[in-house]
T-cell receptor
Framework: KAGVTQTPRYLIKTRGQQVTLSCSPI?????VSWYQQTPGQGLQFLFE???????NKGNFPGRFSGRQFSNSRSEMNVSTLELGDSALYLC??????????????FGQGTRLTVV | AQKVTQAQTEISVVEKEDVTLDCVYE???????LFWYKQPPSGELVFLIR??????QNEISGRYSWNFQKSTSSFNFTITASQVVDSAVYFC?????????????FGKGTRLSVIA
């Protein structure tokens, strides 16, 4: 079955702009989580969506937001981009039921560069 | 607070050598899951293993093995007879059960280079 698909793979934006990243989870998976990966901070959790509702949120400013659609596809948006937002953004999908610890399957990520 | 420490930033071995990647975790919860992921140059994180806090049995899968010791809060990963294709960044991660599905907390990763 198809894996997790993230689009686009690469993006270059200018400071102050906004950006939207997209993630299509594995068919049947209802949970989508987003992570930011940078050389300095490593992998950090942004937020998780389950059945169109945000279920968990990491410690990021309000410029970072997301949503999930009825088909479980998710988008994340970053407004007023800063140089420090340059990172690899990874999306993970899982079944998402109350059986915590279900393994998450990751996409290849979107590499965002802010200039 | 939950925390995962991978003290080894980079490891370089010659092909066919065995290598162990260390992972130490901190959690106040008694119920949690530990994970290992592999990140090849293509970028995606590849799931390798999940272990729950009540199962301290060691696990072997082909050339991979994992040693979970609650007494030392460690979950180490050994690759036997390493191969060039094992070159990647390996992440250890923790998920607590405090409120159902909790996000993964990752260590900083260990970059493994296997030289032919």
């Amino acid at each position: 079955k198809a894996g997790v698909t993230q689009t686009p793979r690469y993006l270059i934006k200018t400071r102050g702009q906004q950006v939207t990243l997209s993630c299509s989870p594995i068919s049947g998976h209802r949970s989508v989580s987003w992570y930011q990966q940078t050389p300095g901070q490593g992998l950090q959790f942004l937020f998780e969506y389950f059945s169109e509702t945000q279920r968990n949120k990491g410690n990021f400013p309000g410029r970072f937001s997301g949503r999930q659609f009825s088909n479980s596809r998710s988008e994340m948006n970053v407004s007023t981009l800063e140089l420090g937002d340059s990172a690899l953004y990874l999306c993970a999908s899982s079944l998402g039921g109350r059986d915590f610890g279900t393994e998450a399957f990751f996409g290849q990520g979107t590499r965002l560069t802010v200039v | 607070a939950q925390k995962v420490t991978q003290a080894q930033t980079e490891i370089s071995v010659v092909e066919k050598e065995d290598v162990t990647l260390d992972c130490v975790y901190e959690t106040r919860d008694t119920t949690y899951y530990l994970f290992w992921y592999k990140q090849p140059p293509s970028g995606e994180l590849v799931f390798l293993i999940r272990r729950n806090s009540f199962d301290e049995q060691n696990e072997i899968s082909g050339r991979y093995s994992w040693n979970f010791q609650k007494s030392t809060s460690s979950f180490n990963f050994t690759i036997t007879a390493s191969q060039v294709v094992d070159s990647a960044v390996y992440f250890c991660a923790l998920s607590e059960a405090l409120s159902g599905n909790t996000p993964l907390v990752f260590g900083k990763g260990t970059r493994l280079s296997v030289i032919a």
